[in-house]
């Protein structure tokens, strides 16, 4: 397959997956969905998993938006299925703002990500830095967009 014929390799932070994954409305859902259709490949890191997990099995997030036990383990489920499991890049060649975001950083680098997709501006602020020349860091507009140009 050559690079024109790939799937993109895309992070899609913990947050943008939280939030499509309790409301069936807006753009971090239709990303979910585009995802779940196959537009890209989804990677993540053991850690990213876990803080997913860990996030969704909150009893203020299962309660106040109605995120049933069942629906939970089908996300996960498809996480599992469909997601590339990928290693952190040990160094970061950049400097990120906030210490909590070093982990999508370091899965997009350590999986050869295309895009990291955010809406985190300690994140979106490094899009375009010379020492990350092989990705793309977007929101989700923006990404979405780009899949869908044709």
């Known amino acids: 397959m ?3 014929q790939r799937l993109l390799r895309v992070v899609v932070d913990t947050n943008i997956f939280v939030s499509g994954a309790i409301s069936p ?3 971090p859902n239709q990303l ?4 779940i259709s196959g537009v890209f490949t989804l990677l993540i890191s053991a850690e990213q998993h876990a803080e997913l997990e860990e996030v969704l099995s ?7 938006y109605n995120l049933s036990g069942e629906s939970r383990t089908h996300l996960l489920f498809l996480v599992d ?9 040990r160094r970061l060649p950049v400097h990120v703002r906030d210490p909590k975001d070093d982990h999508l950083l370091a899965a997009a680098l350590g999986g050869k990500a295309d895009y990291l997709v955010t809406g985190d501006e ?3 602020t490094l899009d375009g830095d010379p020492k990350l020349p092989n990705l793309r860091i977007l929101a989700v507009r923006p990404f979405l967009d780009l899949t869908t140009a044709s």
């Open 2 to 4: 050559s690079r024109e």
């Open 25 to 27: 409305r807006g753009l």
């Open 122 to 124: 300690d994140l979106l």
């Open 58 to 64: 909150r009893p203020q997030i299962a309660g106040r």
């Open 81 to 89: 299925t469909l997601a590339l499991q990928v290693p952190l890049r």
């Open 32 to 35: 979910l969905q585009a995802w």
